[in-house]
């Protein structure tokens, strides 16, 4: 089945400071979506981005299907972006499966 | 208020005790699934469903069953539980949108301790 490998696995930043979060997956895939489970275990939507770019305020993502990657970017970082960042792709061989990476905790200090 | 949820939030039980997680959604979605998170492997898929009356295996089925018999249900089994099934539980569901942009939408979570 599809392999996701998220980078770094950890990441502590200064509040103020942007960051990079990466998603590689090893196939074609129906679609990606990035979430962020806050420190209460809660699971946020952030981006359904199977292909280009959005923003949303201080975060944006781009994914390029045909290199198999998505990146999140997170910039003027606050200490509520603080939790753990999951990207999550659906086969397209596979039905509807849905395989999530290990995900990146981020903490950011005030 | 559209939303996923799931009950009870907690709950601690003993090896072998069947129990039910259930879990609702009000949007209508078609699809619909369960995961399980442990510390260091991200989620993993136990079973999804894409309509009433049509459930399959995700990643990690044993141990669980599903049913599927309305659309806005989709209970979680465990007919034995046992330690290594101790963990969090999430469901989600999908609208199945045609070109839509079909994003999941998670329930708060179901945190058991099976003893």
């Known amino acids: 089945g599809i392999q996701v490998e998220q980078s770094p696995p950890d990441l502590i930043l200064q509040e103020g400071a942007n960051s990079t979060l990466r998603c590689n997956f090893s196939?074609?895939?129906?679609?990606l979506q990035w979430f962020h489970q806050n420190p209460w275990g809660q699971l946020i939507n952030l981006f359904y981005?199977?292909?280009g770019t959005k923003q949303n305020g201080r975060l944006s993502a781009t994914t390029v299907a045909t290199e198999r990657y998505s990146l999140l970017y997170i910039s003027s970082s606050q200490t509520t972006d603080s939790g753990v960042y999951f990207c999550?792709?659906?086969?397209?061989?596979?039905?509807?499966?849905?395989?999530f990476g290990a995900g990146t905790r981020l903490f950011v200090k005030a | 208020e559209a939303q996923v949820t799931q009950n009870p939030r907690y709950l601690i039980t003993v090896t072998g005790k069947k129990l039910t997680v259930t879990c609702s959604q009000n949007?209508?979605?078609?699809?619909m699934s369960w995961y399980r998170q442990d510390p260091g492997l991200g989620l993993r898929q136990i079973y999804y469903?894409?309509?009433?009356?049509?459930?399959d295996k995700g990643d990690v089925p044993e141990g669980y069953k599903v049913s599927r018999k309305e659309k806005r249900n989709f209970p979680l089994i465990l007919e034995s539980p046992s330690p290594n099934q101790t963990s969090l539980y999430f469901c989600?569901?999908?609208?199945?949108?045609?070109?839509?942009?079909?994003?999941?939408?998670f329930g708060p979570g179901t945190r058991l301790t099976v003893l």
């Open positions: 989600a569901s999908t609208p199945l949108l045609a070109g839509g942009e079909n994003e999941q939408f």
């Open positions: 196939d074609s895939v129906n679609n």
């Open positions: 999550a792709v659906e086969e397209r061989a596979g039905g509807f499966k849905t395989i």
């Open positions: 949007m209508n979605h078609e699809y």
């Open positions: 981005i199977p292909s």
């Open positions: 469903s894409m309509n009433v009356e049509v459930t």
